[in-house]
């Protein structure tokens, strides 16, 4: 059963970069592709990126051109290279699974100041 921590979240002036990393304290798996979501106060948790196994990647067309996505499988972790940080990127980002959900972790919170 797969537990997902996420870290690296904190708070960055405008402009700024963070470097989220998403640990699986099991095997995320072969098939399944990862994703990382955010979700701001009063929105819904929206997908910002994903990676498949393989490493094909696809972006929100917010993050694109800022974000990177990443993945280790030996280390069944997951990561988010985040640059040129914006204020409307401020949000709680997690991680979990496309085509198998896992049980969501705690989120770590990314917060983008003017």
């Known amino acids: 059963q797969v537990q997902l921590v996420e870290s690296g979240g904190g708070l960055v002036q405008a402009g700024g970069s963070l470097r989220l990393s998403c640990a699986a304290s099991?095997?995320?798996?072969?098939?399944?592709?990862m994703g990382w979501f955010r979700q701001a106060p009063g929105k819904q948790r929206e997908l910002v990126a994903s990676?498949?196994?393989?490493?094909?990647?696809h972006y929100a067309d917010s993050a694109k051109g800022r974000f990177t996505i990443s993945r280790d499988n030996a280390k069944n972790t997951v990561y988010l290279q985040m640059s040129s940080l914006k204020p409307e990127d401020t949000a709680v980002y997690y991680c979990?699974?496309?085509?198998?959900?896992?049980?969501w972790g705690q989120g770590t919170q990314v917060t983008v100041s003017s």
């Open positions: 979990n699974g496309i085509l198998v959900r896992y049980n």
């Open positions: 990676i498949t196994r393989g490493g094909n990647v």
């Open positions: 099991g095997s995320i798996g072969s098939i399944n592709a």
